[in-house]
Each structure stands twice: as C-alpha cells, then as structure tokens.
C-alpha cells in the first residue's frame, strides 16, 4: 500500500517499523560507500596487460613514442576511436588522462582568448552556461570554479528540455551548454537524433555558441544492443554551424580510470583552435601509454569486446539496485528510479523535500552517498528529492547492503514527513 492511503496509525506503524530497522543499521558498524561511478577492481583487472605487456615497437605510425611532440596524439590510437565516435580521424585529438581536463581547457582557452568565430574573450562580457539537470556534477563545477553562471534546464528521456534551451539561447550571454549525450549521467538517458539536429541548427544569438558533448558512456551499454550517439558533428557542420559542438570522451572507464587517454573531436577550425593553445602548455602528450592502448585494444571491434567483459561484472550489480527499490520501495509509492540501458548511474528520486535527510540519515548508518542536489548546478536541486546512485565499485555484498540501508533510509524520511504534514 502507498503512503498516501495509510491511516495516520498505519503511519506510526510503518515510522516505528522503520526506526528500528534504522537502528539496528546504526549498531551494524557500517563503513559503505556508493558515491561516485568508479570502475571496480575486477574491471580494472581487465586491463592489466597494459601494465606488464612490452611494446612491440617504440616507432609507431613513424614516431617514436618515448620522445617529444605529436600534439595531435598517434594516429594508431585516433582511427580506433574516430570509428566508435563517428568524427573523422584528422579531426580528433588523443591526449593524456582525463577529458575532463579537456573541457576545462576549452573553456579556459575561450574565456582568455575567444573563438574561430569571436576574438573577444568571453571573460570581457557575462558568460552563462545552460545545465541539463540532473547532470555531471564536475561539469557543474568547472562553471563555478571559473565564474561562469548555470542555467538550469531539464534532462528529459530524449534529451534537454529544448523549449527552454531555445528561450534562453536568445540571450547572447549564453555562450553554451553541457550534455552527457548517451547514457546520460545520471539519468541514463540518451538524446535522440531529432534532438540533437535541433541543437545543430539552433538560432543562438552567440555566434560562438559551443555544446560541451561530453560522450563518456559511449561504448558503455548495459544490454547487447549498442547504441550509437547522435552524429553531431556532422549534424552540425551541414547545419552552417561547424564549431558548435566540441565532442569529449576518454578511456577511464574502458581500460585504467587512472592512467587512460582522453579524446577531443571538433571541426578542422576548433581543432587548429584548441592546438593552438596546448602548444604553449605542453610539448606533447604521454605517447607510451597511447602505445599501449592501441596496442592492447587493436582494433574499435576490440574495445567492444573489452566493453562486453566490462557488462559481465556490471549487470549483476545494476539488477541487485532495481530488485531492492523494486522489493523494497515498489509498493509504497516514495521513490521512482532509472532502468538504464547503459552508463554508470541509477537515478532515484524519492519524495520532495527528504532526499537531504535520506543522505543524512545513510551517513549516520555508515553508507555513503552523493551529497543530495549533487546532480544540479550549485548543489540545488529545487525539489530536493534527487539521489545519485552509484552501484560500479563496490563488491556486490557490499552493495546489497548499502541498498538495503538506502531504502530503509527512504522509508523512514517518507514516513517522518508524512505524519510532520
């Protein structure tokens, strides 16, 4: 039976109920943590060869990868990738660990010395970035670290709420935008071709309007169908706007989260762009490790067949989250949440207003969790409802267990709040 059809003393007995299940947690000396989507240790270990396996050869594609230069990254590494991403290989760098890195620097490049389109700083007017949300939450932080001020937009099942990304394009301010295009994180959802050719064409009134695409989950299904992202480069260049979407992803969560390659794919013009300005910063990147990658991977067929290993040790975890909130949720109406297709993440979103105090009650448990309102510009989910669940790295006793405490923490705040209205 849902909350809303309890009596007030079917209430006090499910509050009571739940408190002691509260309590006995508390005594359980708990130390769990489902915070971020961090590949767990038997992922890593399919990657080891990478560790102990020598290079064939330290020329490769003609360069010597132990010394300088090849800002571009070695074009063995590029044409495995350029294949997954759908961007053509001399239009796609390969750098060093993190493409987050990569966002930064593309902001950090426009805001000091503008665009291919505006040679004004984007530091020398206001600058506003409109976030789908839930969202990335270190996508949000890049913003507010460099000033830049968050819109928040809804993620809906296809994509952003495009009604609203067109009213607020309409302010020159708005200089772009985020978005996790395919397994979006957290939501899971992944944006559809239509959506993505109505951003291509989108009127901006910034002519340098650039979509940070930020494609992390691209290789990352969770059933044996592979969706492929939207083509939005290409989109975009036979719309009339080429530079407008610079399109990140990396290998964290394919090989080693630690010691991967990260991957920038723009137009010819943002790619001479953003050269430009690493030439000042560095002298190249880390082209052993690109080595071992190409290497260890051979081929865009191999990264796949790496990704399906990947799949074997994540769904048993995604099926033990949607069984618990399934169990122990379904029947009480306070909580939806995802089924992704694929990525990293669960979405929960349980009754408004409790999601701070189901994080607070799970931390006074012992089980960790993404601080509530995480998932949205500022930390402010205005609803205050929203969870990140993060089910990849712990072993799946563990994340039983932290599940189980979740959703006695859920309980308990839906019950408290029920009978404080």
């Not at 009596?7 to 739940?18: G, K, Y």
């Not at 309590?23 to 399919?46: M, N, V």
């Not at 990260?262 to 953003?274: D, K, M, Q, R, T």
């Amino acid at each position: 039976m849902t909350l809303d059809s309890l009596s007030r003393d079917q209430l006090e007995s499910l509050l009571a109920e739940q408190q002691q299940a509260y309590a006995e947690l508390q005594q359980a000396d708990l130390s769990l943590d489902i915070t971020r989507g961090k590949p767990s240790a038997a992922q890593l270990d399919l990657s080891n060869d990478l560790l102990t396996a020598p290079l064939q050869d330290t020329k490769v594609d003609g360069v010597d990868v132990r010394n300088y230069g090849g800002g571009t990254g070695l074009p063995a590494l590029r044409s495995i990738f350029a294949e997954l991403l759908n961007i053509p290989v001399d239009q796609l760098i390969a750098a060093n660990n993190a493409s987050l890195s990569m966002m930064h620097d593309s902001l950090v490049f426009a805001l000091l010395h503008g665009t291919p389109e505006e040679a004004k700083p984007w530091k020398d007017g206001p600058v506003k970035f409109l976030c789908p949300a839930p969202g990335y939450d270190r996508h949000f932080a890049i913003c507010e670290h460099l000033g830049i001020e968050m819109i928040t937009i809804d993620m809906l099942e296809d994509g952003p709420d495009m009604v609203a990304v067109r009213e607020h394009v309409a302010d020159p301010a708005v200089k772009g935008m985020w978005l996790v295009p395919t397994y979006s994180n957290p939501t899971g959802a992944v944006v559809s071709d239509a959506v993505a050719a109505e951003l291509a064409a989108l009127q901006a009134a910034a002519p340098d309007f650039r979509i940070m695409w930020d494609n992390a989950y691209a290789v990352h299904d969770l059933t044996d169908e592979h969706v492929k992202s939207a083509d939005i480069l290409g989109l975009c260049a036979s719309s009339g706007n080429p530079n407008r979407a610079l399109v990140f992803a990396s290998t964290s969560k394919v090989t080693l989260a630690g010691a991967g390659v990260s991957f920038l794919g723009g137009s010819p013009e943002n790619i001479a762009w953003y050269l430009s300005h690493t030439a000042i910063r560095t002298i190249g990147p880390d082209k052993v490790n690109q080595a071992r990658h190409a290497q260890f991977l051979g081929s865009a067929q191999g990264v796949l067949d790496l990704m399906a290993r990947h799949r074997e040790v994540l769904v048993p975890k995604f099926e033990t989250v949607q069984r618990i909130l399934s169990e122990r949720l379904g029947d009480h109406g306070v909580a939806t949440w995802t089924s992704p297709k694929g990525g990293y993440f669960v979405n929960l979103d349980v009754v408004d207003g409790t999601a701070s105090r189901v994080v607070q009650l799970a931390k006074e448990a012992g089980i960790a969790l993404t601080p509530a309102g995480a998932s949205f510009p500022y930390g402010r989910d205005p609803r205050d409802r929203n969870i990140r669940i993060a089910p990849s790295f712990p072993p799946l006793e563990e994340l039983t267990r932290a599940m189980e405490g979740l959703a006695t923490c859920v309980l308990l705040a839906a019950a408290e709040k029920a009978l404080a209205a």
